[in-house]
């Protein structure tokens, strides 16, 4: 693989916030329409951005991204505040549109393939009187976009007894994939911020989406946490060939997990393998400055001369509303 770098062009930071659907973390809701239109190929790659370029309030966040993604890989997405990480994601989703180039999801238009993806928003701390258990905010992955009580004969999965059936085995299934069985009838508001993020991430499962999307799923964990987090959604996205695009401000956690990274800067972008943008050469073209990436002696990096180091920052809320 080849690294691709963009031209920098400094881009002003968006003001106004797209808000995302919070509801549920699994899909972005919506019909996926004509499918003899807009059929995707047989071997169509999961993602595919050629020249892609975004606007919020008339500005340009970045432009020329190119990223083709396969089948069970894990990218991340890379960059420091306001330079429209989650702005990505939106558009991935169908909530923004690409203000140039080409966006394909599976295949299809963002917003075509939305029950094949698995979607994690960025992480809002539960009230701890909460009582609502983690089985229950699981479950919802499976019906939380519906209104009412759930009827028998639309129960997904199949009709009646067996559509029930079906559904119970599923929600047993994932909640042990993500190692969650020993707290998952604890309400959700007692749950440690580890547990709470692994019960939604078996949300964003359930329904056995192709990609899984994650916005900074391990924000506001722990060390230990991130770490458990990270070998979860890798261990997920190798042996049960989900691909994986996550938001990340640092990549130290994930960075022996990943395939390959888009980096996102000054409007501009890089992607590759990790060992191919993350280096002093690539981030100085991006960034249009000298910048000095170093390994510190257990294996961490750590990005020196930008306006934002995302290994060294830790205020990851000063912004209000994430790009």
């Not at 994690?120 to 919802?140: C, E, H, K, N, T």
């Amino acid at each position: 693989m080849n690294v691709k770098t963009t031209g920098r062009r400094r881009a002003a930071r968006g003001t106004s916030r797209h808000d995302v659907p919070q509801a549920t973390a699994t899909t972005a809701g919506g019909a996926d329409g004509d499918a003899s239109r807009d059929a995707p190929a047989a071997d169509a790659a999961v993602l595919d951005l050629s020249g892609a370029a975004v606007k919020v309030g008339g500005r340009v966040l970045w432009h020329d991204v190119d990223l083709h993604v396969g089948a069970g890989t894990f990218t991340a997405v890379l960059g420091p505040n306001g330079v429209g990480k989650s702005t990505l994601v939106k558009v991935l989703l169908g909530l923004l549109p690409a203000a140039a180039g080409q966006v394909r999801v599976l295949g299809r238009a963002p917003g075509k393939a939305s029950g094949e993806i698995g979607y994690l928003p960025q992480r809002r701390s539960f009230d701890p009187s909460l009582r609502i258990r983690g089985i229950d905010v699981v479950r919802m992955g499976l019906d939380g976009d519906r209104w009412g009580l759930p009827l028998p004969s639309l129960t997904r999965g199949g009709s009646g007894r067996a559509g029930r059936r079906a559904a119970r085995d599923r929600l047993r299934e994932v909640i042990e994939l993500v190692g969650a069985s020993g707290y998952a009838h604890r309400p959700i508001g007692r749950c440690s911020g580890g547990e709470q993020q692994r019960l939604l991430i078996a949300q964003a499962l359930i329904r056995r989406p192709r990609l899984l999307l994650l916005d900074e799923p391990l924000d506001s964990l722990d060390l230990p946490n991130q770490a458990s987090v990270a070998a979860l959604i890798a261990r997920i996205c190798h042996a049960e060939n989900v691909s994986v695009l996550m938001v990340a401000h640092d990549v130290n956690p994930i960075l022996h997990h990943l395939d390959q990274v888009v980096y996102i800067a000054e409007g501009g972008a890089a992607s590759g393998t990790p060992e191919q943008v993350i280096t002093s050469e690539t981030l100085s073209r991006l960034y249009g400055t000298p910048i000095e990436v170093l390994k510190t002696s257990d294996g961490r990096l750590v990005v020196v001369g930008g306006p934002e180091a995302p290994a060294l920052h830790t205020d990851r809320h000063a912004i209000g509303g994430a790009l």
